[in-house]
Each structure stands twice: as C-alpha cells, then as structure tokens.
C-alpha cells in the first residue's frame, strides 16, 4: 500500500549545524508534499511545501528538494538553533487524495 | 488565516461514557475534514477522512461505530467516542483541508482524553 519513510527517527546537531530529514514515498501519482513541526504538546504545523512540478524551494533557513524519479524528498534546516528542536513530520498526498505522514523525526539543536 | 479550533482540549471521563470532540475551521470552508489519532512519540495515524454531507470514510481497523464522525457544516465536523474505554486514551488531532482545495492540511491544537 501507500507508504512514506522517513529518516532519521532522531537527530541530534550543535547548534549552528545544518539538519537534513529523509523521506521516501511508494506512490508514484503523489504530487504534494508538505512539511510539518510539531513541538512537544502541540499541533502540527506546516513549515515548507513542495509540488511534484519543482525540484526545490527555499525559505529562509528552511530548504526542500524533491526527487521524483528517485520518489524521495529532504528538509533541509540550515543555521539550526535551539528553537528549532521538535518533532518534523514529511508527508505525500497520494493520487487517492490520501496524504501519508512518515513516522517523524526527533529533532535536537544543542546549544 | 487557517485556523482551525478544536474542543475539548483535554477531558477526563469514565469508562463506558462517551465523549465527543468538535473540530471547527474558524475563517474558511472545509469541505474535507480529517480525524487523526496520536500516541506518545509517534506519527498521526488517520482514523477516517470526513466530508461535508455525507458519510465519513474509515481506515482499515477503525471501527466506525465505535468513534463516530458527523460533518454537518463546512466548518464543524465531530468525533465522538462512544463507550469509551481506557485503551481508548489517546491525543486526537483534526484537521481541514485548506481553501480552495490547495492541499495543505491545517490542524487542530488535538484534544487529549483520558479514561478512567
């Protein structure tokens, strides 16, 4: 069936360091991707987004890059800082109109 | 813009009552709502996806007569769990489509139910 993974389930960086999240998708038809921070406690809020007809977008600090012969996916939090720390969800909406989220990663900016 | 509420955010019953939880999306239209189910450190897992006026869509291994979801407006759509049991404990998130059918999903701050 439908699947994303997503690694890896914990990081830990310095603060400063950039912080790269994995994630990898079965559906061929998927043609959205969103992002989301969830902090401890709290919703999931979407952070960056990115559709199958781009290879890349850029916010600030935050970065995603999508593959799609590869059906794989990256966050990429450059500059972290503490604040950052929190749990990120990838996600792929499926051509069945289903949006999968991977297991989440447990991210740690170490001051 | 986006926001959705959700109500309760925490409650506490007993075992064998039921417990129903609203999800509103406060400034725009949600033709699609979602009811998602999160146990401590893990991902959401979707429980069933809620469209307005008819009737929800399950996920395999939900039992739609045990949580049971209405939709009645394009901006309320309920969960209600019915005769509860402490297994039951769960932090249930919602959420809703964004507008115009963009795909983002935009969630609820979840709703933490403890049975006792």
């Known amino acids: 069936g439908e699947n994303v993974e997503q690694h890896p389930s914990t990081l830990s960086v310095q603060e400063g360091d950039s912080a790269v999240i994995k994630c990898t998708y079965s559906?061929?038809?998927?043609?959205?991707f969103p992002w989301y921070k969830q902090e401890l406690g709290k919703r999931p809020q979407l952070i960056i987004d990115?559709?199958?007809?781009?290879g890349e977008k850029k916010d600030q600090r935050i970065a995603v890059t999508l593959n799609k012969t590869a059906k794989h996916f990256s966050l990429h939090i450059t500059e972290t800082q503490p604040e950052d720390s929190a749990v990120y969800f990838c996600?792929?909406?499926?051509?069945?109109?289903?949006?999968?989220f991977g297991a989440g990663t447990r991210l740690f900016v170490k001051a | 813009g986006a926001v959705v509420s959700q109500h309760p955010s925490r409650v506490i019953c007993k075992s064998g009552t039921s417990v129903k939880i609203e999800c509103r999306s406060l400034?725009?239209?949600?033709?699609?709502m979602f009811w998602y189910r999160q146990f401590p450190k893990q991902s959401l897992m979707l429980m069933a996806t809620?469209?307005?006026?008819?009737?929800?869509?399950?996920e395999q291994g939900v039992e739609k007569d045990k949580f049971l979801i209405n939709h009645a407006s394009l901006t309320l759509s309920t969960l209600t769990v019915t005769s509860a049991h402490p297994e039951d404990s769960s932090f249930y998130i919602c959420?809703?489509?964004?507008?115009?059918?963009?795909?983002?999903?935009?969630f609820g701050p979840g709703t933490r139910l403890t049975v006792l």
């Open positions: 959420s809703a489509e964004g507008r115009g059918g963009t795909d983002t999903q935009y």
């Open positions: 559906d061929s038809a998927s043609n959205y």
């Open positions: 990115i559709r199958s007809n781009v």
């Open positions: 996600a792929a909406k499926t051509g069945g109109f289903k949006t999968i």
């Open positions: 400034d725009f239209q949600a033709t699609t």
């Open positions: 809620s469209n307005e006026g008819s009737k929800a869509t399950y």
